[in-house]
């Protein structure tokens, strides 16, 4: 079955461009009807979508993020990137990786684990 892991660095600066790494295993982002997307949790906060790319490349942003937030894909290494510009400590979030059928409102079926970012100077 599909499995995703979350990959970058645990603190980043303020000010600073955030940078995470999705690898996908046991299958392809580039499955016809397939959202890769992304979602954080901040401490003591629900779930927030932030973005997703399609198997076919479409990229769709939440708009409260969108002039923040690049994601992006590397087909040859089956990954997805996000890139969070600009980040204060509201940003700090458990960050996840997720891919499905669905995106945005109804959550992806498979889920990565999940990584900890801290933003703090």
């Known amino acids: 079955q599909v499995q995703l892991q979350e990959s970058g660095p645990g603190l980043v600066k303020p000010s600073q461009t955030l940078s995470l790494t999705c690898s996908v295993s046991g299958g392809s982002i580039t499955t016809n009807y397939y959202f890769w997307s992304w979602i954080r949790q901040p401490p003591g906060k629900g779930l927030e979508w932030m973005g997703c790319?399609?198997?076919?490349?479409?990229?769709y942003y939440s708009p409260s993020l969108k002039s923040r937030t690049s994601i992006s894909r590397d087909t040859s290494k089956n990954q997805f990137t996000l890139q969070l510009s600009s980040v204060t400590p509201e940003d700090t979030a458990v960050y996840y990786c997720a891919g499905g059928t669905t995106y945005g409102s109804i959550w992806p079926q498979t889920w990565g684990q999940g990584t900890q970012v801290i933003v703090s100077s």
């Open positions: 790319i399609t198997f076919s490349a479409t990229t």
